[in-house]
């Protein structure tokens, strides 16, 4: 092979063990090779072994070391690549003029925000910023029955930590009493009726595709009825219904629901107000006076935008642009407060912030950074297609940003004794990072380790292991503990290399692993598994919070002197 080729060899792994966590295989460079070298088809078996020792190269190389070498010497892939990740991002919106665009995340405050509040606040702010415009935060707060004074409050935290800015926040309810004349001026011309129908009734008819007596009330029948509305009428006894189509297809059209009596207690306004906007009025309204030139929704709300447009067009008011987008939600882990209330109700997970939940405050516990939050749903794009996402390409972006701040430690897992002897030092200086500075520790040992059962349950008397920033040991015996003896640190190749920790010094610590939480729709009763390991007492003087990699498990992040838990691989 000459040095041409090899060169383009070299370059075609980099770039694919780059892309995919630093590892690549034969077959992919070898077809990728031969798509841009056709006529190389008749010299595979000579390429072919050429290919695997580059290939093999290539991964023993960190995804760091694998970035420098591009850097250095193939720097036209790194231009690619961004052009690459610009074209996944989000395509330019219709109609959009720069300086002008308006978006709103209105989240209701009636939980916690999850994953799928992070998608659309995300994709509101980027095309906000995109355009130069601006991003309202609206809560969407009128139906006091769900609503709690905690939810406006982690809605906020759960923004900030995403490093979404707004720049400006509002109340739906703050404009009650303007939704209120919006809603008088329909009921004036005759395009909205108080509807004192029993609610079986109203849904027979709808299906029936029928009108009720309602219907045909005057204004001034109406006009009395919304009144009361205000004072004699009970909860469930009367509402206000838009006149859409009793016969249309579209079942939202069929008089839709604008007002409705809730006597419970507002967070914000207490008990001032009983008489509360859909949904659908409110979003309406809201939108359209707070200047909104381009609003989102998730996909099932399709069906509604023809009532958004018929209001907007009975009062004459200015029409934002509604586009929809798939709902995100991963697999095994729903968002839904229907599905997650139960769960933490009945103790099956500890609270909203169990690292088992798609919500935000479980996430950053168990360590998904907001950047990754980030590029994960810009990689999604702005589709329809409905995204059960697998869990684990959130994972690959947020490995990529974990990677170069976690600290590596020793960690054994079912411990076995192991003593040495002929050890020539008892302080041992180990790096924090492979590549990048993290410091340095030193750990003070002697003749006696602990390793992990997995690791030794192979071994037999002559067998050769490697402990890690140590040396080499022949083992001697093995029984209930293993003995050896050190023979050098000259570096083996093919020799197993395993992580210890110092019986006279280790910390005990226990690590949750958080698995899927629903198998095919059942709870997954084995959803949080525990366990008991030992790590380098060095864990103790971690920040809380901090991310570190156990060697050989996975990363995992710090929550207190006692416990971690697992990130991912
Ligand atoms: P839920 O009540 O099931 O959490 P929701 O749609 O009622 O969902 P809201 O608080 O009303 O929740 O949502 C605020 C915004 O976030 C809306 O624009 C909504 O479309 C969007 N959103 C909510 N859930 C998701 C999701 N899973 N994927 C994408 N966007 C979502
Ligand atoms: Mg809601």
Sequence with gaps: MDDELKRLVRKVALQNAFEHDGQTRDKIVLSKILGTRPELRNRVKEINAEISAIVSDVNKLSLQQQQSEIEKNFPELLALKEKIEERVGLPPLENAENGKV????????????????????????????????????????????????????????????????????????????????????????????????????????????????????????????????FDKFKAGEAIVRFRGNMSSENTVMRDPVLFRIIDGKHPLLGNRYRVWPSYDFAVVIEDSIDGVTHAFRTKEYELRNELYYAILDALKLRKPKMMEFSRLEFKGMPVSKRVLKPLIESGKVSWYDDPRLPTLEALKRRGITPEAIRKFVLSLGFTKADTLAPFDVLESFNRKIIDEQSTRLFMVKDPKKLVVTGLPTSTITIPNHPTKDLGKRNVTVDENFYLSFDDTKDLKPESKIRLMGIGNVQIKTVSDHLTGQYTGDELVEEILKVQWVSQKNYQKLKIQIPKALFIDDNFNEDSLEEIEVYVEPYFLELKEGSEIQFIRFGYCRKESASLAIFTHK
């Design 102 to 229: 308006v978006t709103r995340f209105p989240p209701e405050p009636n939980g916690y925000p999850h994953i799928g509040h992070a998608k659309a606040a995300i994709i509101d702010e980027e095309y906000a910023r995109m355009y130069n415009g601006k991003l309202i935060l609206r809560f969407d707060d009128t139906n006091p029955e769900n609503e709690r004074l905690e939810y406006y409050a982690a809605i906020k935290v759960g923004l900030d930590w995403l490093g979404v800015k707004y720049d400006k926040v509002k109340n739906t309810s703050d404009d009650i009493e303007l939704i209120y004349q919006k809603g008088l001026e329909l009921i004036n011309s005759s395009t909205a009726y108080v509807c004192t129908c029993k609610q079986e009734v109203i849904s027979k008819n709808r299906r029936e595709m029928k009108y009720c007596k309602c219907s045909t009330l005057d204004q001034n029948q109406n006009n009395d009825r919304w009144k009361k509305m």
